[in-house]
């Protein structure tokens, strides 16, 4: 997509702070970030959010977010938690696909809770779901 961000930042037409890269995803440093350590995983071909999104995408960052990423922030970072996020549609602020890997530390104060204003009863939404 000609004017998103992201794939000016694949295309190497913009700066970033790059920590892994391969033939289907670039990993990079959030410049807003949670805690030290954010980081985004993002896939090279610009999908929009994981309905469009190939499986393969998905479950390649998840294979390297285990085997390399998480691995790599414990070790170095020392964190002792990681969280993974993913926005789509509302609160999608770049509309290419994205994963958040937030790592986790003791008192953090990361805000990456939802806000609870709102909602319905849990057995109302399950009827809902399921019926």
Known sequence: M????????????????????DDLIKIIMNINPNTNGHLLILPKKHYTNIMDIDNEII??????TKNKIYPLLKKKL????????????LGQEIRHFHIHLIPRYPDDGA???????????????????TN
């Open 78 to 89: 020392n964190c002792q938690g990681l969280t993974i996020a993913e926005n789509n549609e």
């Open 2 to 21: 000609k004017d998103c961000i992201f794939c000016k930042i694949i295309k190497n037409e913009l700066p970033s702070s790059t920590i892994y890269e």
């Open 59 to 64: 479950l390649h960052s998840l294979e390297i």
């Open 111 to 129: 805000d990456i809770s939802y806000s609870k204003n709102n909602l319905n009863d849990v057995g109302e939404v399950f009827e809902k779901l």
